[in-house]
């Protein structure tokens, strides 16, 4: 099967159900086809409603408006009135948009989300639970009391029968199974006990798919969306590797579970395995950046990252959730990022991020290593990761000198302190520094996100244009050795953040007369 080169998830609720204003039309039920074609787009995955509540006309699972009849969420009753509406049409949003993703030459993969953590009764409590409670779950309070437990042949059987329903009845072109809504699939003290069921049920899914496919007289493809980290997919249960081998999965996905992009390589073992077996491996990025000139990734960074994954044997990006609806940015991103090898001389940025998780806990990020206090008589390391071919570019002449900024926090301009890239010492006569005092970094996290860096601070950055011969492909050593600290300033200093800036002579257009400038925030 061919590859996908960029694939974009769209949740079906927040950037379209909840969106329509009712009455629903055709039209609306199919934007979510319509708002990609044209881009690097070539899968879709569209989700089927909530966990375990869906919008479709479904003769297995529960769809909303079933056994509630008044709406106190607004929202909520804005999807329900889509589907009455559709329902009216006699269409859903899923018929059309598999209809409309033929017509328009884009592949449409539903995305069913395995696990639901509601309880009983409420509102977003499917059929299963509904009638069977506590039978089909977990049961452990505090960890996954509603959560359903795949070791119950039931729970098994139910969401074959969803899966049966889509590529049956509705002919999706493939379908995705995602693991990531919720992370817990059997009882703690059952998981690798259960390891083998759920590798069955994967292989189940894989046999009704070739069954449905031979009848229908095509292939029909699956994937699987799971943990970017291996040890956690084995903790839930998980084994995406014996997925892979036995060839129940054609296609699967790591979703980052941080919250802020970075450029830096990703675990191996995902592409290793998939390419191992001529499967797809694609890469979910978190939708952050900590930073000061913008609080999303820029076209530059997501060209960085492409970079990176194709150098490292994955097959593309899995993207979801842009800022809605599209303007020309996110427009750009779908375009760019499915197409790595034709933008490997367009300019890139490669950052290191800050560590995540809450202050005065151990990170939830272990491998970075900023903020990165400066402490006097010690020497730092860090690496920067670069993925672009600068000796190719270098030698057709159409490379220009990298930038690199350093980014400090409360730094003295007083103090002695030397940097080294790559082993050249960086002068700080050849930088160009410009200090802020009032600066706000502009990303807005969300739920439980914490990140281990200030939100605002005053700030000093270096800027140096490297020569040519300093930067190099793959990994490169910047080195801050703090000699001597200014004794009248006792605030702590640090490395704040770090940018690599690969630069080419591409085809520009001329400088305007003004450079646009960070306007001050703050008193």
């Not at 830096?264 to 073992?269: D, G, M, Q, Y």
Request: glycine share 8%; with cysteine; aromatic share 10%.
């Amino acid at each position: 099967m061919q590859k996908p080169r960029l694939i974009y998830y769209n949740d079906a609720h927040h950037f379209n159900a909840k969106r329509i204003e009712p009455p629903a039309s055709i039209h609306k039920l199919q934007w979510p086809v319509d708002e990609v074609v044209g881009t690097g787009v070539d899968l879709l995955v569209l989700g089927l409603g909530y966990a375990d509540v869906y919008f479709h006309n479904s003769k297995v699972g529960r769809v909303v408006g079933q056994m509630k009849e008044v709406w106190e969420n607004y929202i909520d009753w804005r999807i329900m009135r889509m589907v009455e509406e559709a329902q009216k049409m006699g269409t859903d949003q899923v018929r059309e948009a598999i209809k409309r993703g033929r017509e328009m030459g884009l592949t449409v993969f539903p995305s069913l989300k395995l696990q639901s953590s509601s309880p009983p009764g409420s509102e977003r409590c499917g059929l299963l639970k509904w009638n069977h409670g506590a039978e089909v779950c977990i049961g452990e309070a505090g960890r996954a009391e509603w959560c359903y437990n795949f070791a119950h042949e039931l729970v098994r059987q139910e969401k074959l029968a969803m899966l049966k329903e889509i590529l049956e009845d509705y002919h999706a072109d493939g379908i995705e199974l995602d693991f990531m809504f919720d992370s817990y699939y059997f009882k703690q003290d059952e998981v690798e006990k259960n390891t083998p069921v759920m590798n069955r049920f994967v292989a189940e899914v894989r046999e009704m798919a070739n069954n449905i496919g031979r009848r229908q007289g095509r292939k029909i493809p699956i994937m699987a969306r799971v943990d970017l980290i291996r040890e956690k997919n084995l903790e839930m249960g998980l084994d995406v590797e014996t997925w892979l081998n036995e060839g129940s999965i054609n296609y699967v996905v790591g979703q980052d579970p941080y919250a802020l992009t970075d450029t830096e390589p990703k675990p191996r073992w995902l592409p290793d395995a998939a390419n191992a077996v001529d499967a797809g491996a694609y890469y979910r990025p978190p939708r952050r950046v900590y930073d000061e000139r913008t609080g999303l990734p820029s076209i530059e960074m997501y060209n960085a990252l492409g970079q990176t994954l194709r150098w490292d044997g994955w097959s593309g990006m899995y993207h979801g959730y842009l800022p809605w609806p599209f303007s020309e940015r996110e427009y750009q991103i779908l375009r760019e990022v499915a197409y790595p090898e034709v933008h490997a001389r367009r300019d890139k940025r490669y950052l290191l991020q800050p560590r995540e998780g809450e202050l005065g806990k151990p990170t939830t990020t272990p491998t970075r290593r900023l903020p990165l206090e400066l402490k006097e008589g010690e020497t730092a390391a860090l690496n920067i990761w670069i993925a672009d071919d600068i000796e190719s570019a270098k030698k057709d002449g159409e490379m220009r000198k990298p930038v690199l900024t350093l980014r400090f926090s409360f730094f003295c301009i007083e103090d002695d302190i030397q940097f080294r890239f790559n082993g050249r010492v960086l002068p700080w006569e050849d930088a160009e520094i410009t200090d802020e005092r009032a600066l706000t970094i502009q990303v807005n996290l969300a739920g439980s996100m914490h990140i281990q860096a200030p939100f605002g601070m005053s700030a000093h950055w270096f800027r140096y244009k490297l020569e040519l011969s300093d930067l190099k492909r793959g990994e490169n050593i910047l080195e801050i050795e703090t000699k001597c600290l200014t004794e009248t300033a006792g605030f702590t200093r640090s490395l704040n953040g770090v940018e690599a800036e690969t630069r080419y002579k591409d085809f520009l257009r001329p400088e305007g007369l003004t450079v646009e400038r960070i306007a001050p925030l703050g008193g």
